[in-house]
């Protein structure tokens, strides 16, 4: 069992498994298939867990993001980062937590606290657990998430 | 109302206030929402938002992103409306641009389904008027140009790295939703490329090729090596001067959507060109700054290898795009010329595949009164003013080979890049 102390960006307590991306997340590419073809017949039968469908992250494309803890450095991409997290999570679509090695970036603090203020459940998300955390966490390991921050793998 | 809430930064009696309730309860979690932002990155305060005008990210309508239009429903609901007026980026549908049955079926049917709902919430908000959709809304013709040193609550990553660069204004890499939020209260948080000292360049980078730089394969090469940090280019003002004119403009306009699509830039300094650069010079280069070195070789490197989406990579190409982040009036009327000099000399009329040009609506209508007008329509070329990354984000023009000379459309999509001069040939020749 190992234990990262970080900042809680948005507090909360959650318990998941773990989805590790060690290269920077973007948020549009990785949501978008699963926001824009989940409800269409057909199309959305493969993003039924929002699968990640950014082609460019080799850690993640293809798998589900729904209801994991994501590991991450920071997110990249468009500035629709934010609202595009925040519709993740308002859709019920989004991990459980986002857990940060580094600062949080602003696209993601601004999904992070819509979704915060905004929504009924908000997601919790911790920052600065530095780059130990993410050489560490392992996709598929019990992740638990404290109020104050605390980040225990296993 | 947030009685119990918690913040860390230092509020004005008014800023209190709006956060109070002073203003109503949808006012109350609007300014929330900009505090706690601030305070994840240690924002001390909140200063006027000073600029004329605001710019969206969000143009449109996607029936799937159903909470953002309930959420501007609240908005307007609750009276929390946009101070200043603003504009949006490019609209997602243009019935001039090559589509088929199938296509607008499901962009109509299952994709933009709420688009006129949308353009009506926009108005309401504070949308400026219906031609202002555009990714270049500081355009003269558009008319949304902020001046040196304003504060401003924008989104649109390569709107935001221009009026910080070559403008001067002030302006954080704001997500869409947050910079409607700044346009409503009025004021933003205090932190990173508001501040002085986030606006100091901690990368240099030693321009040192034998020719001009693609500006947008440069732009990519810089953005890939220092993500969202602040570069200091030196030897770039050898290629294109030492002043802000329409071309060097353009140029940066096209560099710097590249920075930021392929990076996360949101704003760099050109040495004695860029306001900031040519008043600070050197002394705004931050301690400890790293160096990154560019030559033709390295160009060729970042170029050869972007990976190609295309399932088939020898297809031939369906359709093509110039025009990402939108075309300026004298780039249009360059590439105007261009294509019909490069048809007439190869014996052709017409374009050899479908092109869409994209221009912000006002630079469209200028454009047309122009002779040039004429000269582009002749040559098969559609003139648009649609945002290309959207018409490219759907099942059906995913699987289309469409190459681009835009690195942010390549970066966003499967649509594959080729420098400038090489769309010029593909177009006006043939099929390569």
Redesign the interface.
Known sequence: MKQFKGRP?VAGKCTAEALVSHS?FNT??SF?SA??????PI?GSKYKNTECGD??NKDLFGKPMLNKALCLP?T????????VL??AK??GKSPSCLLFSEH????A??????S????DSPMPVVDCLGQEFLDAVKDGDKITVAEDGTVTIG | MNENFNYKMELTEEQAAILHGSKGETMA?VM??LV??GD??GAPKMVPVTSKMGHL??SFG?G?????YE?MDTLIDGGAISGQKFSVDPKPLDKNVPSDFLKNFVFNK??YSVQDEYDAQLKKLGLVDSKAYTCTCYMDEVGNKPNKGDVLSW???SA?VYANSVLGAKC????????LFGSIVGFVPYF?LLTEEGRKATWIVEVKTTKKPEAQILGSAIGMKV??DVPFVKGLDKWIGTELDGDTCAYLKDFGAATA?N??VGLYHIENLTPEAVEQGESIIADGAKTYVIDDAELERVYKNY?V?WADKNATPKLCFVGCPHLSLAQLKEWTDNVANGLKKNGLSKVSIPTVFTAAPGVIEQFNKTPYAAKLKATGVVLSYICPLMYM???LAKKMPVITNSNKLRT?TTSRYYKSEEILAIITKGVK
């Open positions: 960006v920077g549009l590419a978008q926001l824009q073809y989940g409800e269409i199309l082609q460019n920071q990249i991409g468009s500035t629709t980062g934010g609202m925040y519709c308002a859709l949080i970036d602003s696209l603090a601004a999904g992070a606290v819509l915060a203020v905004w929504t | 979690k929330k929402t706690l932002y994840a990155f990210v969000t996607l799937v992103m159903k909470p953002v959420l299952f994709m989104a649109e990553s935001v954080n890499r704001n997500s869409g939703i947050i910079e990173g993500m969202e699509s990076g996360a990976p989406m984000n759907n099942p966003y």
